[in-house]
């Protein structure tokens, strides 16, 4: 699988909009970009994912560069409870043995402040 | 069931002694993956499977670890002759089927087991 490098801290304050970035330029064109956050104590939370083309959901955007190197997670309004570890991962399509294996790296603390 | 169970969440064991953790995935859910996270840690792959195998166990960390699904359903993660270093949260998640071709991989994470070996 791709290495994904991300910052390892960001801040934001609350109402504005957080965006995060990944770095994933060893990504192959079989692999897909996913986000996960983790809430302290909680299990991981999937956020989104997408291939080449922008993804939006109720949660984010996806921002995916032409070259596909690197990616943006955009919280738009962020809030106190969006304050989380947030995990970027290239993952395989699905049909290989290592499509189950998300490797998650060290991810993004982001403090969301008042 | 609505999300992913897991079993127990807290287990305190002695050092030396076995362990058995439960993962019960969300109903439907063909592939299921166990991780560990030890404190302030990231998330380590131990293994994953799709219905009863496990296409990739590369990730479990000696043969003190293994871990079994029966019926295509739920999974049992056992760590004999547990050592301090084995202390961590485990945690399961499941997802859809993986079908060749077509990406369906939201994985649903339960809350945990949380495992210290004193």
């Known amino acids: 699988d791709a290495k994904t490098t991300q910052p390892p801290s960001m801040d934001c304050a609350e109402g504005r909009a957080a965006n995060l970035p990944c770095n994933h330029s060893?990504?192959?064109?079989?692999?897909?970009v996913y986000w996960y956050r983790q809430i302290h104590s909680q299990g991981p939370q999937y956020i989104i994912h997408?291939?080449?083309n922008n993804e939006t959901n109720e949660m984010a955007s996806l921002i995916i560069t032409e070259d596909r190197k690197s990616s943006t997670l955009i919280l738009p309004h962020a809030t106190l409870r969006d304050t989380a570890v947030y995990y970027c991962?290239?993952?395989?399509?699905?049909?290989?043995?290592?499509?189950?294996?998300?490797?998650f790296g060290q991810g993004t603390i982001l403090t969301v402040h008042p | 069931g609505a999300g992913v169970s897991q079993s127990p969440s807290n287990k305190v064991t002695e050092k030396g002694k076995d362990v058995e953790l439960r993962c019960d995935p969300i109903?439907?859910?063909?592939?299921l993956y166990w991780y560990r996270q030890s404190l302030g840690q990231g998330l380590e792959f131990l293994i994953y499977?799709?219905?009863?195998?496990?296409?990739?166990k590369s990730g479990l960390p000696s043969d003190r670890f293994s871990a079994e699904r029966t019926g295509g359903s739920v999974s049992t993660l056992t760590i004999q002759r547990t050592q301090q270093e084995d202390s961590a949260v485990y945690l399961c998640?499941?997802?859809?089927?993986?079908?060749?071709?077509?990406?369906?991989?939201?994985?649903?994470f339960g809350e945990g087991s949380r495992l210290t070996v004193l």
């Open positions: 998640a499941s997802s859809r089927t993986l079908l060749a071709g077509r990406n369906t991989g939201e994985l649903f």
């Open positions: 060893t990504i192959s064109g079989n692999e897909y």
């Open positions: 997408g291939l080449k």
């Open positions: 991962i290239a993952r395989p399509r699905a049909g290989g043995t290592s499509y189950g294996k998300l490797t």
């Open positions: 109903s439907g859910h063909t592939a």
């Open positions: 499977f799709q219905g009863n195998s496990a296409p990739d």
